[in-house]
């Protein structure tokens, strides 16, 4: 509470929703507070917090009321265009699964292309850099995603009412990805124990399995795809399989 007034932010939208409805300029205050707390939960960089408190600015004319409310209608509007900016970022379903489908791109692109002569990676250099473990792809995959996402997060813990689940990379409430990457011993059957599980553990409406299988454990990856994109009800699975000649 802020003043009496109700401050938490439960998401971008309900932001939106609440700072349409601003009367005047104590309950913009305490809004903001509430955005200010909720974006840092989600890791928000200072120069998007920053950007935030300039938009939010507005004159108080102590001598005109009137004047006053039209620059802090300025203000609000000006907020409101910067969170629907922020939200332009958040996934779309076809548009995220297209950007994981061509994730080999981006790897192709960063080992595969010579560098600049005269710059100072070397092709010796990338050529070291190999894929070792679930961690690396994880590692790459966010770094991948993380501009054209600001607001995902790694490893962000999630309260289920009956314990805590960590996801490998969290974009936002709704969409969380697992990273598999599968090794030579590793059973099929393994894996998928592995992702049932998961599909229970988030609340996530929708869940995308990135799952990098190198070793081609998958024999049939489209089946495998059709089987598991629909095991439950209530949830948009998404299982996106890349099975690399590279790395």
């Known amino acids: 509470m802020f003043n009496g007034i109700d401050s938490s932010i ?7 929703k609440r700072l349409k409805n601003v009367k005047n300029g104590q309950e913009f205050s305490s809004l903001l ?22 938009r939010a600015y507005y004159i108080v004319n102590e001598y005109s009321d009137k004047e006053t409310m039209s620059n802090l209608d300025s203000a609000r509007n000006r907020v409101i265009a910067y969170l629907e900016q922020i939200m332009t970022g958040s996934p779309a379903d076809d548009r995220l699964l297209t950007i994981l489908e061509n994730y080999y791109l981006f790897l192709e692109a960063l080992l595969e292309r010579p560098p ?21 792809v994880q590692h790459l995959l ?30 936002d409430s709704e969409h969380v990805i697992e990273v598999k990457r599968t090794r030579c011993s590793m059973p099929q059957k393994k894996l998928i124990e592995e992702i049932e599980a998961d599909m229970v553990h988030y609340h996530a409406e929708h869940l995308y399995f990135f799952i990098y299988d190198k070793e081609k454990i998958i024999q049939n990856p489209q089946l495998f795809r059709n089987i598991y994109e629909n095991k439950v009800k209530g949830k948009q699975i998404h299982i996106v399989i890349h099975q690399p000649k590279i790395l």
């Open 33 to 54: 507070a509430g955005l200010r707390t909720f974006l840092k939960t989600l890791d928000s960089s200072p120069q998007c917090l920053m950007e935030l408190e300039q």
């Open 116 to 136: 600049h002569r005269r710059g100072g990676i070397q092709k010796e250099q990338l050529s070291g850099l190999k894929i070792q473990n679930e961690y690396d």
């Open 142 to 171: 966010y770094a991948y995603l993380k501009p054209l996402y600001p607001l995902a997060r790694a490893e962000a813990s999630e309260d289920t009412g009956y314990g805590t689940v960590r996801a490998d990379i969290l974009l």
């Open 10 to 16: 439960t998401s971008i939208p309900n932001a939106i």
